[in-house]
């Protein structure tokens, strides 16, 4: 299984996905010239391209989605310009949201990881989505948290679960802290196990976005819960 990374930071979960057996990182694309995970691309020996999308935008502000359809179009097309076909693309501290143009090139093969247990619900709606989800935790008297695995939709924070990792236990950090630690602790583990159980063929999605799991040969409905 192909995988290639989108990333906008330090492309933290990247150690975690290389190595595994059934799959292969075969590129990364950075939205930021100045990404810390340039440099980790390149330790690890990865092929690494740089679309700096605000020099894309230039004077257009960074909500215009008609001009991040156009980036999206580039993304594209500096992908086929590199020969990389993905079976997955892994955003991996990619700061953007994606329009349709690039998740249709994709279809349920996009996957996001964020720093919360989005099983959790209230009121009907995943509780801790967004940018602040990890001060939104700890505010809520939250003793531990946890990083999903997601199939990316056009709404943010709002896809097929996939893999929750294991518990990160509060201990008084403050939220920058906690968030840190996660990205070893709870973000590379879960992306790991995510990428294992799809080149192992173990995941399936409905029509309808329900996940299933194989486990001992029979399917079922539901995500991986890891834990210790």
């Known amino acids: 299984m192909r995988v290639l990374v989108l990333f906008s930071g330090g492309a933290s979960a990247l150690p975690f996905m290389v190595g595994g057996e059934g799959y292969e990182v ?35 502000p960074l909500r215009d989605m008609k001009v991040r359809e156009e980036y999206e179009r580039r993304l594209l097309s500096v992908m086929e310009e590199r020969g990389w076909e993905p079976d997955v693309v892994a955003c991996s501290g990619y700061m953007y949201l994606l329009t349709p143009v690039f998740l249709s090139r994709f279809p349920n093969r996009v996957l996001n990881v964020h720093p919360a247990d989005l099983s959790i619900v209230e009121g009907g709606r995943r509780k801790y989505t967004g940018l602040g989800a990890v001060r939104a935790q700890l505010e809520a008297g939250e003793k531990e948290t946890r990083s999903t695995v997601h199939v990316m939709i056009e709404e943010a924070d709002q896809g097929p679960i996939l893999v929750i990792s294991p518990p990160l236990p509060v201990e008084g950090r403050s939220p920058e802290e906690q968030q840190e630690l996660m990205k070893v602790r709870c973000d590379g583990p879960a992306y790991r196990e995510a990428l294992r ?26 995500y991986v819960r890891m834990e210790g």
């Open 26 to 60: 075969i590129g990364g694309i950075s939205s930021s010239k100045s990404a810390p995970g340039i440099s980790r691309f390149k330790s690890l020996g990865i092929p690494v391209e740089v679309v700096d999308i605000r020099e894309f935008y230039g004077d257009r």
């Open 197 to 222: 159980l799809l080149s192992e063929g173990r995941f399936a999605l409905d029509e309808r976005g329900r996940v299933y799991v194989r486990t001992d040969g029979e399917w079922k409905e539901g």
